[in-house]
Each structure stands twice: as C-alpha cells, then as structure tokens.
C-alpha cells in the first residue's frame, strides 16, 4: 500500500509570507505527528494528533504555527509570516495508534526555504 | 522527562567489517527503544524497536541492537557493513511512564554511518 506522501515536497518562500504543508497518512493509521529537521540537528517534535482527540501542540515553536487534521485523515501545517529561522525539512509520520510501541512511518519530508 | 544521545556526529567503517552506532537513553519509568534511518532526500524509515522481552533486537537489513538496562544504552550494530549502509542514524525514545503526552518519541541528533571499500 501507499506510503505516507507530503507535499510540496520543496518550497521557497519569502520572509513574511504565509505557507501550508500537507501531509496525507497511511490509510487506518489513526496518529500522525510532525517533526521539524534543521541542519545538524535531530528531530524536533512540533505537533500530534490522535483521532479525535485534541491534538498535542505542545512543541509548535510559536503562535504562528498551527495544523489541522481534518476528517481522521489528511494534516495541514500552516506557518504564518514565515521567518528565515523556519527553514528547515518539516516530516511527518503516521502510526496505527497511540499506544507508545507503535512505529511511525515517516513522509519524505517538504525542505522549506524561507529567503 | 526523556532524552537520547548519541554521541557520535559520524562513525567510519570499511566494508564487510562490523560496525557499532551508540545510543544512550534517559528516562523515569521503562522505555520504549527504536532506531531510524535516513537515507539523502528521504524520510526516515523504521529498522527496529526494542519494547520488551529479549535484549538483543534483530531489525531490517541485517541490523540489530542490545537493550542494555544498566548503562541506559542501545546501540545498534551489524556483523558485517555495507556500502550501501551509509545513511544517517537515529536513536529514539519513549517513556513506558504515561505523562500525557501521548506517542512522543524523542530523537537523537543523528550519527552519519560512513562505508567505505
């Protein structure tokens, strides 16, 4: 089956302007979760959503990142008034369930360039 | 709160010789154990996960990793590398202790495994 696909896989963008990332799961997963990969850094978790739970947004950077899950399925990352600090390759991955032993299956990622 | 180092930015290794990645893990409770790899330009893929039961993990291309609960470690490890193994490395955590947060996994930076011939 289908893997996890997101899209655009690349996007530049200028400082101030607003971008949206998408994310489509693997179908019947019912946690998906995003990540933010800098240069030499490891992962950092931005965002998690788990059905119809209220999502974990407890590492999205600042106000002006937010996402939606809509319909148990397809994810949105939107950053506002992108800064040059937001580059960086923004992941997602989907598991079965939130139950902590579940492995994430992980997009290809979409590299953001903010000039 | 969870944490995992891996020690190592880059590790070097000549074809058909074993290789070792280091991880180290922190956490309060038991942990939930798993290693990552990312090969140029694409996202992460499972290789194997340690959650209970025998210590020694064996994960996807021949690669394998020891849960070792006293030195808070779990390296990975493969008898004989291949070229084709260069890719970067990450070790991840969870906490078995239930905070609230949900399925967080806490990555490691990342070791670049390097094969040479």
């Known amino acids: 089956g289908a893997g996890v696909s997101q899209s655009p896989s690349n996007k530049v963008t200028e400082k101030g302007k607003d971008v949206e990332l998408r994310c489509d799961p693997i179908?019947?997963?019912?946690?998906l979760y995003w990540y933010r990969q800098s240069l030499g850094q490891g992962l950092e978790f931005l965002i998690y959503?788990?059905?119809?739970?209220?999502?974990?947004k407890s590492g999205l950077p600042s106000d002006r990142f937010s996402a939606e899950r809509t319909g148990g399925s397809v994810s949105t990352l939107t950053i506002q008034r992108t800064q040059q600090e937001d580059s960086a390759v923004y992941l997602c991955?989907?598991?079965?369930?939130?139950?902590?032993?579940?492995?994430?299956?992980f997009g290809p990622g979409t590299r953001l360039t903010v000039l | 709160a969870q944490s995992v180092a891996q020690p190592e930015d880059q590790v070097n290794v000549a074809e058909g010789n074993p290789l070792t990645v280091k991880c180290t893990y922190s956490?309060?409770?038991?942990?939930?154990l798993f290693w990552y790899v990312q090969y140029p330009n694409r996202g992460l893929q499972f290789l194997l996960k340690?959650?209970?039961?025998?210590?020694l993990v064996k994960g996807s291309y021949g690669f394998e990793a020891e849960f070792n609960k006293s030195q808070t470690s779990f390296h990975l490890k493969k008898p004989s590398a291949l070229v084709s193994d260069s890719a970067l490395y990450f070790c991840?955590?969870?906490?078995?202790?239930?905070?609230?947060?949900?399925?967080?996994?806490?990555f490691g930076t990342g070791t670049q495994l390097k094969v040479e011939l």
């Open positions: 956490v309060s409770g038991n942990p939930y």
């Open positions: 991955a989907s598991s079965l369930e939130s139950n902590g032993y579940n492995e994430q299956f």
């Open positions: 179908s019947g997963h019912t946690a």
């Open positions: 959503f788990q059905g119809n739970s209220a999502p974990d």
């Open positions: 991840a955590v969870r906490d078995m202790v239930v905070t609230g947060g949900g399925n967080k996994l806490t």
């Open positions: 340690y959650i209970t039961g025998d210590n």
